[in-house]
């Protein structure tokens, strides 16, 4: 099984800054961490889950555009782990954050998905 370990949630005033971070392991972790595309998600109350972010092996990324300019993705593949860096937090960022990670060939139900960390930012 691989696992996906979310950290780094909490609250934070409209303005501040929060870094979330996955950190992937397991023993079905098969090729390693540096072939995965890694991604963000976050879901908010009465809402669908939606891509915040996603960075590919070769290190290129896709940010949404409700959060660019504000949000960078990034790994460390010696710590086989993403990180989403937060700044200029708005209200309506508040949700729960979701890191995915995806094989390359393999179909998104194959995907592996974190326990979700909250990210609640106050007006």
């Known amino acids: 099984q691989v696992q996906l370990v979310e950290s780094g949630g909490g609250l934070v005033q409209a303005g501040g800054s929060l870094r979330i971070s996955c950190a992937v392991s397991g023993s079905g972790f098969r090729s390693g961490f540096s072939i995965y595309s890694m991604g963000w998600y976050r879901q908010a109350p009465g809402k669908q889950r939606e891509l915040v972010a996603r960075?590919?092996?070769?290190?290129?990324?896709n940010i949404a555009d409700s959060v660019k300019g504000r949000f960078t993705i990034s790994r460390d593949s010696a710590k086989n782990t993403v990180y989403l860096q937060m700044n200029s937090l708005k209200p309506e960022d508040t949700a729960v954050y979701y890191c995915?990670?995806?094989?390359?060939?393999?179909?998104?139900?194959?995907?592996?998905w974190g326990q979700g960390t909250q990210v609640t930012v106050s007006s």
């Open positions: 960075i590919w092996s070769d290190g290129s990324r």
């Open positions: 995915n990670a995806q094989r390359p060939g393999t179909r998104p139900e194959d995907d592996y």
